[in-house]
């Protein structure tokens, strides 16, 4: 939970880095001014010099392409950016709160299993003294001094030992797997603040070009790389929004065959545990590919070199956990 915290305060740093950066498209406006400007000279001279040229009356619609993009440069932040965020921002929203009930829920599940995973184990006098302390020194005082005893002593300690150690090793490595998880997402989000930041303060300079002839569709294609990358983040909380109900689906089935079974072993729940944590860790790279079936826009080899990525990460991440859960299984 302090880990999704720090994490938490990492992504709210970077919409403040967004929001601090927007002022810049002001100075790259007054550049793209005199871009539109003499471009709209072209645009408008060559269009009545044609209809001069052909006796053709002169029509006034088409010339105010020019004007409409002008407008939009000069009220850049306002206009352009402030309307694509204002439609977008309630689907970041709407995924976000999706996300956070998922969630809450995981964790209420958790906390759940791991109470009743105590109490069965309580409930066993030959594991009780695993989980319990005093249990284990009332396990203790109740033998002797025989060689026997001695024997079943050093045993309960080797035992209790192992117990910890294996426990131990299990957190740790979901840990580290959660880490990696995290890390995953805020490296989606840092991306995408990215481009966003570069989308917005250059993208004076794409309506300017815009208003020349052969660069019409630079305009569409800025607002569809913007939305897309845009929608990288709702995706993403949709895929760890899915992950979350996949493991309360199977949280509630151990707490169903904990309550049918005190003595079902959690060990495999763990490493289905585990399985899913790496197919989220994987499946984070592909976020900007399902953002572009929303979305159409291309940017460059950024999506081969994320699959990639996923690629080797797969390999690595399943052959790992191939040997823990084995080991954890035994």
Known sequence: MILAIEFDNLHQLLR??????????????????????????????????????????????????????????????????????????????????????????????QQQKDKLEYEAMMRDPTTAFLVSNDEFDKQLDALGWSPSDLMCIAGMYIERAMYNMRKAIRNMFRDILELIFQAAALLIDTLRTFFLIVLAILGPLAFAFSVYDGFQSTMTQWISRYISVYLWLPVADLFSAILAKIQILILQNDIERLAIDPSFCIDASDGVYIIFSIIGIVGYFTVPTVANWVIQASIGNYGRNVNTVAAYTGGAAGAAAGNVVGKLVK
């Open 16 to 109: 403040s880095l967004y929001t601090e950066m927007l002022p810049m498209c002001s100075t790259m406006a007054g550049v793209a001014k005199g871009i539109a400007g003499l471009g709209a000279l072209f645009y408008i001279a060559y269009r009545v010099w044609q209809s001069l040229a052909r006796a053709e009356p002169i029509d006034v619609y088409p010339l105010l392409r020019p004007f409409a993009l002008g407008l939009c440069i000069m009220f850049f932040p306002t206009v352009v950016l402030g309307t694509l965020n204002a439609v977008l921002s309630p689907v970041v929203r709407g995924t976000n709160q999706l996300l956070e009930t998922q969630t809450m829920d995981m964790h209420r599940y």
